[in-house]
């Protein structure tokens, strides 16, 4: 359990403001001292690929950069294998819409505008270990689209074929309650290795990409079966 806490983050900060990155790994290096560097810590856009994403546990992305390219870098990155996170920093959340669609991309977490470095340090470190929250108003864009897929996700054929157990229901009902993993793994007398476990093959089956997608897609679900 020791080992799990002290273990290294390895990170690249992906930027094409230079100064802003260059400032962010300076400051992760300061304030958070398990957060490591990959290389120089800081790239370009253009500069990420299969081995940059392999030799880092997060990719911290910069919002301002064009949409279009942050979605498609945020899906390179989702979908690159050994786990790969991608953390959104500088995060208007006015821009809802925008933040979404980077959920949607694979995004695990992210850290608004002007955010004090430790609530960078700590949603990344959450990131890492598969904890995601979000604001009302970006939850709430999640979940109407969601809503706009339920004739896709929510027909009975998709019911069956997500076969949760009852342990991964109950979890699933307690992350629709916003609950951390410490709090469910103490709610249902299990360590937080076996909540962790059981979120992810939650998340395998129903094929959602976060817990706020997951969270969407129970909703729906207990919308149009009256569950």
């Known amino acids: 359990m020791c080992n799990e806490e002290v273990r290294f983050i390895r990170f690249v900060v992906v930027s094409d403001r230079a100064e802003a990155g260059q400032n ?12 490591v560097p990959v290389g120089s810590g800081r790239v370009g856009v253009s ?5 940059v994403c392999q030799a880092a546990d997060l990719i911290l992305i910069d919002f301002d ?3 279009q390219v942050a979605r498609e870098l945020t899906r390179r990155v989702s979908d690159s294998p050994g786990g790969t ?7 208007d959340e006015n821009r809802a819409g925008a933040v979404a669609d980077l959920i949607e991309a694979g995004a695990s977490a992210y850290v608004v505008i002007e955010a004090p ?8 470190a959450m990131a890492r270990e598969g904890e995601f929250a979000c604001s ?19 027909t009975s054929e998709w019911i069956r074929s997500s076969q949760l157990s009852k342990r991964e229901v109950e979890i699933l009902q307690l992350l629709s309650l916003n609950r951390d993993n410490q709090s469910i793994a103490d709610s249902l007398f299990l360590s937080v290795a076996t909540v962790k476990n059981h979120v992810h093959k939650l998340l395998s089956k129903l ?21």
């Open 24 to 35: 962010l790994c300076a400051r992760l290096s300061i304030e958070g001292p398990s957060f």
């Open 47 to 51: 500069q990420i690929d299969s081995q």
């Open 65 to 67: 950069i064009e949409p």
């Open 85 to 91: 996170r991608a953390v959104l920093f500088d995060v």
């Open 117 to 124: 470095i430790a609530d960078l340090v700590r949603i990344s």
């Open 136 to 154: 009302p108003q970006v939850a709430f864009e999640v979940f109407r689209r969601v809503s706009r897929l339920s004739s896709q996700y929510l």
């Open 207 to 227: 094929g959602a990409r976060s817990r706020v997608e997951a969270v969407a897609y129970w909703q729906m679900h207990r919308r149009n079966t009256g569950a």
